[in-house]
């Protein structure tokens, strides 16, 4: 069974930095694209950034530059440091698997997905 968990969220300042990790278990992470998604309350799940398993990145407009996905396959983890953090960012953070970042911005396109974590901007 493919599994997913994301940790590395908690509340942080504006222009302050958290890195997110995705660590997958139960497959091996080289076979996948991962995805990172953001939901903030009363809105729809947004694709923030997907990395393809040759780490060819892909961002969203809103967090082009400020963003960084990288991955490490020995871990078997996925990374999303993020900096330049505003309040606009805040959400539950997912990742998610599928084998390319062709449609990444549609969440359907994902087979697996982490139960979430908690990333709040705000001083």
């Known amino acids: 069974q493919l599994q997913l968990v994301e940790s590395g969220g908690g509340l942080v300042q504006p222009g302050g930095s958290l890195r997110l990790s995705c660590t997958a278990s139960?497959?091996?992470?080289?076979?996948?694209?991962i995805g990172w998604f953001r939901q903030a309350p009363g809105k729809e799940r947004e694709g923030v950034s997907c990395?393809?398993?040759?780490?060819?990145?892909n961002y969203s407009l809103a967090v082009k530059g400020r963003f960084t996905i990288s991955r490490d396959n020995a871990k078997n983890t996925v990374y999303l440091q993020m900096d330049s953090l505003q309040p606009e960012d805040t959400g539950v953070y997912y990742c998610?698997?599928?084998?390319?970042?062709?449609?990444?911005?549609?969440?359907?396109?994902?087979?697996?997905w982490g139960q979430g974590t908690q990333v709040t901007v705000s001083s």
């Open positions: 990395i393809t398993r040759g780490r060819s990145p």
């Open positions: 139960g497959f091996t992470l080289d076979d996948y694209a």
């Open positions: 998610a698997a599928e084998r390319l970042c062709l449609l990444w911005h549609t969440p359907s396109e994902y087979d697996s």
